[in-house]
């Protein structure tokens, strides 16, 4: 009696390969990429997800890296037919607003059309034990659809909101700052040019 995995594993190998999904390796993706390559709100022909969602300086993400690539070439995760992948939300926005990913390192593992965030240790086994049966014990989301180009701004929007509401609390990092700092000056700039078109008027008004 032959295991519905030996049967499983060959499939997405081949998918894999038509789709230029890598088992074995981490797969790089990007805003171009994701949706083509994972299939994440389609039909999730080309296995379930591991995905790290990080930036170029994040230092978190930088020590979390071993482990991910000892996690993608795990035998027994491969036979399951799971990817590792990671995504720079730093030059892929669509992605991380697609997602409402705030801050790094984020992991989120899609599988079977479902989403389970990542909450638990950073490291080899918590991490592989989460794939193998943990994400189970924790209530599945619903994978978001790719945004059009509205849904794209109202998302960032939103994104901006909650960073400057955490700015204002106080339990904003370096990057809501950032943002609080930019709104400022952005304010700053739009009161002076409206000042400055109507100041003329009433200074005539006046005369």
């Known amino acids: ?11 997405l190998i081949l998918l894999s ?15 171009k990429t994701f949706e083509h ?7 999730m022909t080309t296995g379930s997800w591991l995905v790290l ?3 170029a300086r994040c230092p978190h993400c930088a020590k979390l890296q071993p482990e991910f690539d000892r996690l993608s070439e795990d035998e027994e995760l491969m036979e399951r037919g799971v990817v590792l992948a990671t995504v720079d939300i730093g030059v892929n926005p669509s992605t991380a607003n697609r997602f409402m990913i705030r801050g ?7 599988h079977k059309k479902k989403l389970y965030p990542y909450k638990g240790k950073r490291d080899f086994d918590a991490l592989k034990e989460f794939i193998m049966a943990g994400f189970m014990e924790i209530e599945a989301q619903d994978i978001p659809t790719p945004p059009s180009q509205v849904e794209f701004y109202i998302k960032m929007a939103k994104a901006i909101g909650l960073e400057l509401k955490d700015a204002v609390m106080g339990k904003a990092g370096m990057a809501g700052y950032a943002i609080l700092v ?3 000056m952005l304010l700053f700039i739009v009161l002076s040019i409206i000042r400055l078109f109507t100041a003329p008027a ?4 006046s005369s």
């Open 104 to 110: 790094s390192p984020t992991l989120l593992y899609l």
């Open 53 to 55: 969602f990080k930036t």
């Open 202 to 205: 009433e200074k005539t008004k």
């Open 17 to 31: 390969a038509l789709l230029g999904t890598s088992f074995g390796e981490v797969v790089t993706l990007d805003d």
């Open 37 to 43: 390559q994972t299939q994440a709100s389609t039909g």
């Open 1 to 11: 009696k032959f295991s519905s995995q030996y049967i499983l594993f060959p499939v």
């Open 182 to 184: 930019m709104v400022g």
